[in-house]
């Protein structure tokens, strides 16, 4: 019979069940064909329970695993509602639960050794190429899913007494550009789920189904109670956030506003968002899934909270998400496209909840976020003269993106909030080695970030192209009209900019959403989108200033116009000044 729980079984067994997500990822990141897995660490593990509650995850993305997995495994059930020992199920359909179709996911159920459905494992990993009729997992400006010409899966059995069903396996390789990747990151796939349910069963075996059960059922409660004290920490408030994202092709001219309602109820421990005040699906690549719109608004809501409380769907009965069918921030209509929801508008939602969290009361929630998809982190591709063979790949070069929150100032390495980090840049020499392409220039671009108390990460300057070869680079760069906001004060972003340099060093500004092709000795430069700033400028402390001017990153003019520090030629704090046009500046703002 199951026991109850105490705090240090539930410690020790959450533990074992993280441990079996780390198995999990390692075998991805180490046995993964493309950079976007072996390198960049696009993808996510998680366990749910038989009734497909999302248990926990680790080292995964919040956009990836937040909401998706359950959903994706309540319409396996549907199309497979009896489970067997050696199935696994391939999903990536926008409208079956799936975060967008470059997302393909394999879901195993764990059946124990008397037919029992126990629990699920989910391996989700972004691919380098679906059979989009470009060759990018991002198609902005499509009308539909059938113009973005994806291979969607709605819950399709690919394995069967663990052998593979090879008609979906020849459907995949004859549809993908570059087949023999696939292949190798799909085996990689398969490889760690098949880690998990062999580290599930061992658990199952050693602590009993029953028990775990019972922890499943604690771990919940224990969730829930966490997370209810972490919101009644926050100012009660009812807060709508407007946001807009750039004029991308099919949005309006004066860019796509987004309305995010944010309903919180300190008393009860509770908070509602609202998203149904929104627009219509629109015929373009933006539109988001509801596994996306969910988890945006639940990356907003735990990167404003106590990080101790475990994201899962216990601490999840804390939060009511409406939703509307057939909304760009809702539920999709089929056919419409969205191939890129795990980005851009999502980024736009993500902001407008840490936004709203930061007008309840100060020191709550954060500044803006840069928006993804520049050509940094764009997806290239071409043939490799070097091997006569065709390459596609996203590439992941210095991105920050990171707004700063009451207490820190925005990192490096964000790359964006529905990420949180854990995709990783990539090894420049790397790349070179693996693409006909060369890396010419990374580094910070001076006077960018959104200046505050707490400042965004400042921008990054990246310039690129091929190399003995040309090289298409497909990207949709959001926040070149509207940057990153600062909060409660805090300064805006510097906007994204992307230009081609030609061979003969001419300098041609491109479009936000392009697939450009660069001819050898070309180059595209693409200044990535830092964070907005927390609280007001001239409140920063002088030696966190002195330290910015010092590494470069903002100049004597900023540092004084902006932050009210004077600085002498040897890079010394003249205190009078200093204090004399911080008065100012602060006369100012008040």
Known sequence: DAKIMNGAELAIISSKFQGVC???????????????LNT??????????SNNSFITADESLPVHVLSGPDLMANNIDKFHPIKKKG????INSPYHGGSHAADHTIIVPIVDNNGIHRFSVCAKAHQADIGNSKPTTYMADVEDVFEEGALLFPGTKIQENYSDIQDIIRMCEIRFRAPEQWKGDYLAMIGAVRIGERELLNMGSEIGWENLNQFVKSWFDYSEKRMREALKKIP??????????DPFPGLPKDGLKIKVNVNIDNVSGFIKVDLRDNPDNIPCGLNLTEATSRSGVMTGIFNSIDHTVPPNSGSFRCVEIQLRKGCIVGIPEHPYSCSLATSNICDRLENAVVQAFAQMGEGFGMAECGSLLPPATGVISGHDPRNDRYFVNEIFLFHTAAGASPDADGWLTLTGMGSAGLCLLDSVELDELRFPMKVYKQEIYINSEGAGRRRGSPGAYVEFGPFGSNMKVAYASDGSHFPAAGVRGGGNASKAQQYKIDKFGKKINLPIVNEVELLENERIVSITQPGGGYGPPHERELPRVQKDFLEGWITKKRAYEVYGVKFNTKGEINENETSIKRKLLKKKYN
């Open 236 to 245: 009660s408030g009812n807060v709508t956030i407007t946001t807009k994202h």
């Open 87 to 90: 199935d696994a199920f391939l």
């Open 40 to 49: 960049a660490h696009d993808f996510s593990c998680c366990i749910l329970d």
């Open 22 to 36: 780390q198995q999990m990822a390692n075998t991805l990141m180490r046995t993964g064909r493309s950079g976007v």
